[in-house]
T-cell receptor
Framework: DTGVSQDPRHKITKRGQNVTFRCDPISEHNRLYWYRQTLGQGPEFLTYFQNEAQLEKSRLLSDRFSAERPKGSFSTLEIQRTEQGDSAMYLC?????????????FGSGTRLTVV | DQQVKQNSPSLSVQEGRISILNCDYTNSMFDYFLWYKKYPAEGPTFLISISSIKDKNEDGRFTVFLNKSAKHLSLHIVPSQPGDSAVYFCAADLQGGSEKLVFGKGTKLTVNP
């Protein structure tokens, strides 16, 4: 297993278009997280899954954002009607139980640019 | 409101010397604290963590100190190496099993040969 994979690495889209990102976590990890990082800021929590259940969502996750983890394996993050303010690095991470103490494993991220 | 603050955007040290990165927090409900390192074009990499019931945790060249009364933690890197040059993020986790990490803005460390 090579770690957490995210696809695509870069995405440029026009304002108003929909985009979807994919995350493949480490196979034995049951928890999966999405974070967003803008320039000069630290990562900000968006949402997390335990297996296929979405257990927590941030206020940052507006109704244009939706995340799924259909079979408790890979996850997708969709942004509808993109806005320039959505331009950011979208990071996925995974962990086993007790991830807070032992740290999550992050992927390399998907950089979204909305033009 | 920023609950986790890294007030130094950058730090430069000489190879072999100690690097000290600082972090302050405001929420007394934070239970665990973590440090991540991030290289350009890569995701953050977990370095070291500390539970709020401890005041020190050590892992090789990395030591984290926690001062709960001051709501302050620091990461010491001894000796610093050029490969340590990266952005370092402090993060905190709330009590009660919340899976949400709150990150600071990061400190860019440059270790000069």
């Amino acid at each position: 297993d090579t770690g957490v994979s995210q696809d695509p690495r870069h995405k440029i889209t026009k304002r108003g278009q929909n985009v979807t990102f994919r995350c493949d976590p480490i196979s034995e990890h049951n928890r999966l997280y999405w974070y967003r990082q803008t320039l000069g800021q630290g990562p900000e929590f968006l949402t997390y899954f335990q297996n296929e259940a979405q257990l927590e969502k941030s206020r940052l996750l507006s109704d244009r954002f939706s995340a799924e983890r259909p079979k408790g394996s890979f996850s997708t993050l969709e942004i509808q009607r993109t806005e320039q303010g959505d331009s950011a690095m979208y990071l996925c991470a995974s962990s086993l139980w007790g991830g807070a103490l032992h740290g999550y494993t992050f992927g390399s991220g998907t950089r979204l640019t909305v033009v | 409101d920023q609950q986790v603050k890294q007030n130094s955007p950058s730090l430069s040290v000489q190879e072999g010397r100690i690097s000290i990165l600082n972090c302050d927090y405001t929420n007394s409900m934070f239970d665990y604290f973590l440090w991540y390192k991030k290289y350009p074009a890569e995701g953050p990499t977990f370095l070291i963590s500390i539970s709020s019931i401890k005041d020190k945790n050590e892992d090789g060249r990395f030591t984290v100190f926690l001062n709960k009364s001051a709501k302050h933690l620091s990461l010491h890197i001894v000796p610093s190496q050029p490969g340590d040059s990266a952005v370092y993020f402090c993060a905190a986790d709330l009590q009660g099993g919340s899976e949400k990490l709150v990150f600071g803005k990061g400190t860019k460390l440059t270790v000069n040969p």
